[in-house]
């Protein structure tokens, strides 16, 4: 804005002062006038530097949104201990074999005494009366045994070994028979090894602590084409040898088990190529062997 002041005037000294005055208050006015319109425009481009800004941000955060997809962090599941896994039957039979019970039977035939049961802990419990027949044992046995607070696994334990008899979870079944019977039914797991090495000798020493501190029944030697022959000589309830298989693909002969004094065994074999022990034996003899590669897991995570 351009303000002019006339320094020449016509008139006397009143009039000159008198116009002096006024072209001061004029320039003055002219002087605010600038100033004003340079503080509004000085404040509009303030608010939209801010409006550009605002734009930019929620430009770059929708890129960002995009740019960025949402990424799920996946759970890792825990590796089964052993193959096949178990059904969702066997695996409510095992909750309820593990949860809390007790009993309070006085001379209580052994029938009643395992209905009982299994209505409280919701499961079905089967009596093989055929195999306790051939025992000799009635299932009109009478049961006496008060206790309480300890897992139903224990429970019956506590109630069937004093006459000979057993339990056992088979095709999806919890049945009760003879303990014969039971060391006659033999169940093969695929476990998992490889965690611990992948070596002979690796293999040589969990099969020999396998046969050392698990109650196996009997098991023999199984067949394997290998150019390198380590048979270990085993144990538990009966005498047998762990062989290691490492041909790619051995004969159908060598996963069969050797019978020898005219009875049947179970097996253990060692499978490289699946880092991982093939073992045949029986329920109570599995149990054992998922409790002991357990417990040797949790003691070499403490190192």
């Known amino acids: 804005m351009l303000c002019g002041v006339i320094a020449n005037f016509p008139y006397g000294q009143g009039s000159i002062m008198s116009g002096i005055l006024r072209h001061k208050t004029i320039v003055i006015g002219c002087i605010v006038l600038t100033t004003s319109w340079l503080v509004m425009s000085a404040n509009a481009e303030n608010k939209q530097g801010q409006n550009r800004q605002k734009k930019l941000t929620t430009v770059s955060q929708v ?58 802990h919701g499961i079905t419990m089967l009596l093989l009366e055929d195999k306790l027949k051939e025992e000799g044992i009635s299932i009109d046995e009478p049961v006496s045994l008060s206790v309480k607070g300890i897992a139903l696994k224990n429970v019956l334990k ?75 000589q085993g144990g538990g309830g009966g005498s047998g040898f762990f ?25 253990i074999v060692a499978v490289r190529l699946s880092e991982s022990l093939v073992i045949s034996q029986t329920y109570h003899a599995h149990n054992e062997i998922v409790e002991l590669l357990t417990q040797l897991r949790r003691a070499r995570a403490l190192d």
């Open 63 to 120: 890129e960002s949104l995009a740019v960025k997809p949402t990424v799920k962090r996946s759970v890792k599941e825990p590796k089964p201990i052993f193959y096949p896994e178990l059904t969702k039957r066997e695996l409510k039979i095992q909750a309820a074999l593990n949860a809390d019970s007790g009993c309070d039977f006085s001379k209580t035939p052994l029938s009643e005494v395992i209905k009982s049961l299994a209505d409280r």
């Open 158 to 232: 506590l109630i069937l070994k004093p006459i000979d008899l057993t339990y056992m979870v088979d095709r999806e079944r919890l049945k009760i028979t003879s303990r014969l019977h039971e060391e006659e039914i033999y169940q093969t797991r695929v476990y998992p090894v490889g965690d611990f090495g992948n070596t002979i000798e690796v293999y040589l020493e969990l099969g020999s602590t396998i046969s050392k501190h698990v109650s196996l029944g009997y098991y023999r030697v199984a067949f394997a084409y290998t150019p390198f022959y380590t048979p270990f």
């Open 243 to 267: 062989q290691v298989i490492s041909e790619p693909n051995p004969p159908e002969l060598s996963l069969r088990p050797y019978v020898y004094d005219e009875k049947n065994g179970g097996t």
